[in-house]
């Protein structure tokens, strides 16, 4: 009973004065200590580099390049006359970008920049932390919160890497500690703004700026009796600022480019990167993510982000703060729902642990700071002063050893990875800029660098700068192949800089068939050393750069029918599967139908792999002519009779049997009483439902003949 009144002696110290931030030489401290090792990591990167500055991600080039554009007045385009992307990461930092361009930092001077900027964030992070804690809990929580900040690793490797981390991790802190200013008064004039721009710096940051909306609605709404109804009204929806911008933000991206999602989440997240979404395989990816995280926070992973148990003690200073801290609960509730939330969404994106973690470095001052609150909350277990006192600090001295220890490490890998960039996207751009004809077009998978530096125009098969290919690209190579056979003769890509593993489809079939001319014009091999567990920051060895031809683009769209051509379903085409509602029928859960690309003589054509059967709607039929199928397959296993239904009658048993090459061309026929209108459903089903062995072919085309 002594040590729960002890524990709650706290409960709702309303905040008194405070020292004025630009008066508190902790902030100034910890500030200048986090420009301290900001510093050392870009040292260390000139120094695995001759002396010169490049960034550890090929990202952020693409960030420059949307800066650079936005500088020279092309909104949003990554080439000039594009259409407007959504491939950057962070409107915001873009922005940003665009006027440090117009102000001058041009040239060498941009990357210069954007790593400078990323390291002042930091330094301004690091001392904000410092009030932060002292405001919420008490200055020596403060103080070593800021010190473990400014000795991070990780937030040190994104804030100088030029991406937009130190400038999230600036405004996730600058809005908490706007709020825990404001609150006790019931007035949020500046956390609403600092929370919009939160919203527009990353999606993870409008989760965690939407949080602490609620957070404020709920603090004016039991303040409504004192401020009144009318003036309650007029503070709530100043409060819903960041939802307004949150919302315009995706209106722009509706309005620019068709789709209210960004290019990004169309090309990673496991809603859209395989060709059909099975709950089920979402749901073990995304855990399987989850787990990964909380091992990384629990310090059980090898990526050195936390100390042994790290977040338990996390979630014991939230515990703490909870108890001891009741004016901060609506905040407290805020956070805690706003990171679980931004941990799930992180965890559904498929590049979640790539990069060092990089989506979560903005969110680790908050969990730093509630480690700190942790450890001091745990020493307050104690009754005597100096007692708790030791406790205390010699718990977060144990804490500053054991990061310091990482410190260095975290250095290294930030200058091995701008070695790797150097040695392998940089150096393809600047070969790129010197071999290539003016005015080719490069087909990319790594899109920054080549298009930062190389001087041409670049297709991104990814689908980040480029609209409208992350579908195809998700769906597997005939996909990617027929989105680029659509484009005008002139924008098809003229070469291919890529290389051969994930992330993107296999190049493998664009050079079976012809596609790629092989030999490549150029290959480079990755000379960067890995680091010791054989790692490196791309993922690839190889990268290759090809001559394209496509003087066999569309030869795969003519087959020979009988009677006349009624209508076409070319599969593995997206646009011609969408206009068909054209759906794989699955024997099995979990399985894909990938696209790929087979070749016969002078005909190339895009397919998928079928485990079960196919629909589709057939089109500009005449009612009551029988209906002949020509499809184009290739039959693999032991089933090769399968039912066919037109909108839900049998129509008979059409079997294609097994035959040699590539693929075979097979026939059936429909009598004419099942058409009973100008568009009817088709299915071709397994002739056993649920039980092995199923039907196992590649699918080509269906062409409908009358």
């Not at 979404?277 to 310090?299: I, P």
């Not at 859960?589 to 079960?612: A, E, F, K, M």
């Not at 009779?641 to 090459?661: H, K, P, Q, S, Y």
């Amino acid at each position: 009973m002594t040590q729960v009144l002890h524990i709650s002696d706290e409960v709702d110290r309303t905040p008194g004065p405070r020292r004025g931030v630009r008066r508190d030489p902790a902030f100034w401290l910890t500030g200048l200590l986090a420009a301290v090792v900001g510093a050392a990591f870009v040292l260390s990167g000139l120094g695995w580099n001759q002396g010169k500055l490049i960034a550890p991600l090929d990202d952020v080039y693409i960030h420059l390049q949307y800066g650079r554009q936005l500088g020279l007045g092309h909104f949003f385009q990554f080439n000039t006359g594009d259409d407007v992307s959504a491939g950057a990461s962070s409107l915001l930092y873009a922005l940003v970008l665009g006027a440090a361009w117009v102000l001058g930092f041009q040239g060498t001077f941009f990357l210069a920049f954007a790593v400078g900027f990323g390291v002042l964030c930091f330094a301004l992070t690091a001392g904000l932390v410092t009030v932060l804690g002292g405001r919420l809990v008490s200055r020596p929580v403060g103080v070593w919160s800021g010190v473990l900040v400014a000795v991070s690793g990780p937030l040190a490797w994104g804030s100088a890497s030029g991406m937009e981390v130190g400038l999230v991790a600036l405004l996730v802190v600058a809005t908490l500690l706007a709020f825990v200013t404001e609150q006790p008064w019931a007035r949020f004039r500046w956390t609403p703004v600092l929370g919009a721009l939160l919203a527009l710096a990353r999606t993870e940051g409008l989760i965690l700026a939407v949080a602490l909306v609620f957070a404020a609605l709920w603090t004016l709404w039991v303040d409504r009796r004192v401020a009144g109804a009318r003036r309650t009204v007029l503070r709530a929806l100043w409060t819903l600022l960041p939802v307004a911008v949150g919302a315009a933000q995706l209106l722009f991206y509706k309005i620019a480019t068709g789709t209210a999602t960004a290019n990004g989440i169309q090309s990673k997240s496991f809603l859209h990167d395989r060709p059909v979404f099975w709950l089920s395989e979402f749901a073990d990816r995304t855990l399987a993510n989850v787990r990964a995280f909380v091992g990384n926070f629990l310090g059980f992973e090898a990526q050195d982000y936390a100390f042994p148990g790290a977040l338990l003690v996390f979630a014991a200073g939230m515990v703490y703060v909870f108890l001891t801290r009741r004016t901060w609960r609506p905040m407290l509730y805020a956070v805690a729902a706003g990171l679980l939330l931004i941990l799930v969404s992180v965890s559904t994106l498929n590049t979640a642990l790539v990069h060092e973690l990089r989506y979560v470095q903005p969110f680790l001052p908050v969990f730093v700071l509630f480690v700190v609150t942790g450890v001091y909350g745990l020493s307050r277990l104690a009754r005597q002063t100096r007692v708790r006192r030791i406790g205390l600090h010699g718990a977060l001295v144990v804490v500053l050893v054991l990061t310091l220890v990482e410190l260095p490490g975290w250095s290294i890998r930030f200058g091995r990875a701008t070695a790797a960039i150097r040695d392998t996207d940089v150096s393809v751009a600047q070969w790129i800029r010197g071999n290539l004809p003016p005015g080719a077009t490069v087909a990319v998978k790594d899109v920054g660098a080549v298009a930062y530096f190389g001087e041409h125009r670049v297709l991104d098969l990814i689908g980040l700068g480029t609209n409208g290919f992350a579908a195809p690209a998700n769906n597997g190579t005939g996909s990617l192949y027929e989105a680029l056979k659509h484009l005008p003769a002139a924008q098809r890509p003229g070469y291919f800089a890529v290389y051969d593993p994930w992330p993107g489809p296999s190049m493998e079939p664009l050079k079976d068939v012809g596609v790629l001319k092989t030999p490549a014009e150029m290959s480079f091999d990755v000379q960067a050393a890995p680091d010791l567990g054989g790692r490196l920051i791309v993922p690839f060895r190889r990268m290759n750069v090809y001559r394209a031809d496509w003087s066999l683009a569309g030869s795969g769209d003519e087959q020979a029918v009988p009677g006349e051509l009624r209508d076409y379903v070319n599969v593995g085409d997206l646009t011609s599967e969408g206009d068909h509602g054209y759906q794989p029928v699955l024997a099995q859960v979990g399985t894909q139908p990938w696209t790929s690309l087979g070749r016969v003589g002078d005909v190339v054509d895009s397919s998928r792999s079928i485990v079960g059967g196919e629909a589709f709607t057939a089109h500009n039929l005449v009612p009551g002519r029988p209906l002949t199928i020509t499809s184009r397959t290739a039959m693999h296993g032991t089933v090769f009779d399968m039912r066919v239904l037109v909108n839900g009658a049998e129509a008979g048993t059409w079997i294609r049997d097994e035959r040699d090459g590539v693929w075979s061309t097979y026939t059936y026929t429909i009598p004419g009483e099942l058409i009973t209108s100008g568009s009817v459903r088709i299915e071709v089903q397994q002739p056993r439902p649920l039980l092995n062995p199923y039907p196992d072919y590649t699918s080509y085309g269906y062409w409908l003949s009358q």
